[in-house]
C-alpha cells in the first residue's frame, strides 16, 4: 500500500516537472519570438506621409529598364526626319575615269573624266520619308504614354500588395494580442484554483502559434518592401494604404496609351511599305562632271562639261518579294493592335462582374465578422466564469481572427480590382 502511494506521489512529481519544464521551454521559445520580431520591424521601411503616389510614379519611371529605349527611339525619329528633308536619297559619290592609248597603239590618245553622282528621289519617296520620320515621333510620343501606364501598373501592384501585407500584419498582431490576453486570463484562473495548468500550457501554445504567425506576416511585409524598392529605388513608404476608385467607364477609349502606341507601330509599319517599294525599285541617279581629252600628242586638249542621268525601268520581282514582307510586318502590327483591343474589352467585363459580386460579398463578410467577434467575446467570458472549456474559446478566437482575415482580404481585392480597371481604361493613378 505504501509502494502505490509512492509511486502516486512519484508520478504526480514528475508530472508537476514535466509541466515545469515544458512550460520553461515555451517561455525561452517566447522570448526569441519577440526578439526576432523586434528585428524583423527594424527592418521595416519608415513610412512617409509626405511622399505620393505621384512622386512614387516618377521615381519607378526614373528607375525603370525600358526608359533606356528612349534614346535608341528618339534617334530614330532624328534620323528619319532628317533624311526626308534632305534633298539627295543619298550620299553624292565622286568618279574618275582616265583613258589613255600609250599601251596600245601609243599615238598620245588621252581622256580624263571626273565627276559627282547623286542618287535622286523617286517621285513620291522624299514625301513617304517625310512621313516616316513623322510617324517615328508620333511612336515617341504614344511610347512615352505607353510606358508610364506600364510602370503605373507595376506601382499600383506593389503599392496594393503593400497594402495587403500591412493589413495582414495588422490582424497577426490583433490575434497575437487576443492570444495574450486569453492566456493571462488562463494564468489568473489558475492560480485561483479555477483553470488547471494544462490549460495554461494550452493557451501559451496558441500564444506561441500566434507569434509565429505574426513572425511570418512580417517577414512577408518586408518581402513586399524590398520588391517595392526594386521597383522605384527609394527607401521610405507610403503612410497612407494605396486605393483608388473604379472610372465608371463603359469601354476601353480610343485615345488609351496602348492602343495609340500599337496604332503608330501599324502606321509605320504602313510607311515602311511605301518605303520599301521606292527603295528596292532603284532611283534615278544624276552625274556632273568634266572631260579633258585629245585625239594624239600633237593636238591640244578639249575641256568640257559632262551631265549624264540614270533612270531605272521595269518591273524587278525584288521588288514584290520586298513588299510584300513588309505588307506582312503591317499586317501582324494591325492584328496585335486589334487582339490587345480585345483582350482589354474582355479583361474590363471581367473585373466589372467581379466588382459587382464582391461588393455584396462585403456586406455578407462584415455582418459574419461582427457575429463571429461576438461569439468569441461570449466564450471569452463564459471561460471566466467557468462555463466553457478553453478548447472552444480558443476556437471561437480562431474563427473570429479568420472571419476578419477573410474580410480584409476580400477588401483588399476589391481594391486590387478598381486599380486593375482604371489599369485597363488607361486611367494614371
Given at each position: 500500500?505504501?509502494?502505490?502511494?509512492?509511486?502516486?506521489i512519484?508520478?504526480?512529481?514528475?508530472?508537476?516537472?514535466?509541466?515545469?519544464?515544458?512550460?520553461?521551454?515555451?517561455?525561452?521559445?517566447?522570448?526569441?519570438?519577440?526578439?526576432?520580431?523586434?528585428?524583423?520591424?527594424?527592418?521595416?521601411?519608415?513610412?512617409?506621409?509626405?511622399?505620393?503616389?505621384?512622386?512614387?510614379?516618377?521615381?519607378?519611371?526614373?528607375?525603370?529598364?525600358?526608359?533606356?529605349?528612349e534614346?535608341?527611339?528618339?534617334?530614330?525619329s532624328?534620323?528619319?526626319?532628317?533624311?526626308g528633308?534632305?534633298?539627295?536619297?543619298?550620299?553624292?559619290?565622286?568618279?574618275?575615269?582616265?583613258?589613255?592609248?600609250?599601251?596600245?597603239?601609243?599615238?598620245?590618245?588621252?581622256?580624263?573624266?571626273?565627276?559627282?553622282?547623286?542618287?535622286?528621289?523617286?517621285?513620291?519617296?522624299r514625301?513617304?520619308?517625310?512621313?516616316?520620320?513623322?510617324?517615328?515621333?508620333?511612336?515617341?510620343?504614344?511610347?512615352?504614354?505607353?510606358?508610364?501606364?506600364?510602370?503605373?501598373?507595376?506601382?499600383?501592384?506593389?503599392?496594393?500588395?503593400?497594402?495587403?501585407?500591412?493589413?495582414?500584419?495588422?490582424?497577426?498582431?490583433?490575434?497575437?494580442?487576443?492570444?495574450?490576453?486569453?492566456?493571462?486570463?488562463?494564468?489568473?484562473?489558475?492560480?485561483?484554483?479555477?483553470?488547471?495548468?494544462?490549460?495554461?500550457?494550452?493557451?501559451?501554445?496558441?500564444?506561441?502559434?500566434?507569434?509565429?504567425?505574426?513572425?511570418?506576416?512580417?517577414a512577408?511585409?518586408a518581402?513586399?518592401?524590398?520588391?517595392y524598392?526594386?521597383?522605384?529605388g527609394?527607401?521610405?513608404?507610403?503612410?497612407?494604404?494605396?486605393?483608388?476608385?473604379?472610372?465608371?467607364?463603359?469601354?476601353?477609349?480610343?485615345?488609351?496609351?496602348?492602343?495609340?502606341?500599337?496604332?503608330?507601330?501599324?502606321?509605320?509599319?504602313?510607311?515602311?511599305?511605301?518605303?520599301?517599294?521606292?527603295?528596292?525599285?532603284?532611283?534615278?541617279?544624276?552625274?556632273?562632271?568634266v572631260?579633258?581629252?585629245?585625239?594624239?600628242?600633237?593636238?591640244?586638249?578639249?575641256?568640257?562639261?559632262?551631265?549624264?542621268?540614270?533612270?531605272?525601268?521595269?518591273?524587278?520581282?525584288?521588288?514584290?518579294?520586298?513588299?510584300?514582307?513588309?505588307?506582312?510586318v503591317?499586317?501582324?502590327?494591325?492584328?496585335?493592335?486589334i487582339?490587345?483591343?480585345?483582350?482589354?474589352?474582355?479583361?474590363?467585363?471581367?473585373?466589372?462582374r467581379?466588382?459587382?459580386?464582391?461588393?455584396?460579398?462585403?456586406?455578407?463578410?462584415?455582418?459574419?465578422?461582427?457575429?463571429?467577434?461576438?461569439?468569441?467575446?461570449?466564450?471569452?467570458?463564459?471561460?471566466?466564469l467557468?462555463?466553457?472549456?478553453?478548447?472552444?474559446?480558443?476556437?471561437?478566437?480562431?474563427?473570429?481572427?479568420?472571419?476578419?482575415?477573410?474580410?480584409?482580404?476580400?477588401r483588399?481585392?476589391?481594391?486590387?480590382?478598381?486599380?486593375?480597371?482604371?489599369?485597363?481604361?488607361g486611367?494614371?493613378?
Open positions: 500500500m505504501q509502494s502505490a502511494k509512492f509511486k502516486r512519484l508520478g504526480a512529481g514528475l508530472q508537476q516537472v514535466l509541466l515545469i519544464t515544458v512550460a520553461v521551454s515555451q517561455i525561452g521559445v517566447s522570448l526569441a519570438n519577440a526578439q526576432g520580431n523586434s528585428a524583423a520591424r527594424e527592418q521595416l521601411l519608415a513610412a512617409s506621409e509626405a511622399l505620393t503616389v505621384d512622386a512614387i510614379l516618377e521615381a519607378a519611371l526614373v528607375n525603370a529598364p525600358a526608359a533606356r529605349s534614346v535608341s527611339l528618339r534617334a530614330m532624328e534620323a528619319f526626319d532628317a533624311l528633308n534632305s534633298w539627295v536619297a543619298s550620299r553624292p559619290s565622286l568618279q574618275i575615269s582616265v583613258y589613255d592609248d600609250s599601251p596600245l597603239d601609243n599615238i598620245g590618245l588621252q581622256e580624263f573624266e571626273t565627276g559627282v553622282s547623286f542618287n535622286l528621289w523617286r517621285p513620291g519617296e514625301s513617304d520619308t517625310a512621313a516616316l520620320g513623322d510617324q517615328h515621333q508620333t511612336r515617341l510620343e504614344a511610347w512615352r504614354e505607353h510606358l508610364q501606364l506600364l510602370v503605373a501598373g507595376q506601382v499600383r501592384a506593389v503599392l496594393g500588395e503593400l497594402a495587403a501585407a500591412e493589413r495582414r500584419l495588422e490582424i497577426a498582431q490583433q490575434a497575437s494580442a487576443d492570444a495574450e490576453r486569453l492566456l493571462a486570463t488562463t494564468v489568473d484562473m489558475e492560480a485561483v484554483g479555477a483553470a488547471a495548468q494544462s490549460d495554461v500550457l494550452q493557451a501559451r501554445t496558441q500564444s506561441l502559434q500566434q507569434q509565429r504567425t505574426e513572425l511570418q506576416a512580417l512577408d511585409l518581402s513586399i518592401e524590398q520588391a524598392t526594386v521597383l522605384t527609394l527607401n521610405m513608404k507610403p503612410a497612407i494604404p494605396y486605393s483608388e476608385v473604379m472610372v465608371s467607364d463603359l469601354s476601353v477609349p480610343q485615345n488609351h496609351p496602348t492602343l495609340r502606341y500599337l496604332q503608330s507601330q501599324v502606321a509605320i509599319a504602313a510607311a515602311n511599305v511605301e518605303l520599301t517599294r521606292h527603295q528596292t525599285s532603284g532611283r534615278p541617279s544624276m552625274t556632273v562632271g572631260r579633258r581629252e585629245r585625239g594624239d600628242r600633237f593636238q591640244p586638249y578639249n575641256d568640257s562639261l559632262a551631265l549624264s542621268f540614270s533612270v531605272p525601268f521595269g518591273k524587278s520581282p525584288a521588288t514584290v518579294a520586298s513588299v510584300s514582307l513588309a505588307r506582312g503591317q499586317t501582324d502590327a494591325e492584328v496585335e493592335m487582339e490587345t483591343r480585345r483582350q482589354l474589352e474582355q479583361r474590363r467585363g471581367q473585373v466589372g467581379e466588382l459587382e459580386l464582391i461588393g455584396e460579398s462585403l456586406v455578407l463578410g462584415r455582418e459574419q465578422v461582427d457575429i463571429s467577434e461576438q461569439r468569441y467575446e461570449m466564450a471569452l467570458t463564459a471561460f471566466e467557468g462555463e466553457m472549456d478553453l478548447t472552444r474559446v480558443i476556437f471561437a478566437q480562431q474563427q473570429a481572427r479568420q472571419a476578419e482575415l477573410d474580410y480584409e482580404s476580400l483588399l481585392r476589391e481594391q486590387r480590382l478598381n486599380s486593375e480597371y482604371n489599369q485597363i481604361i486611367v494614371l493613378p
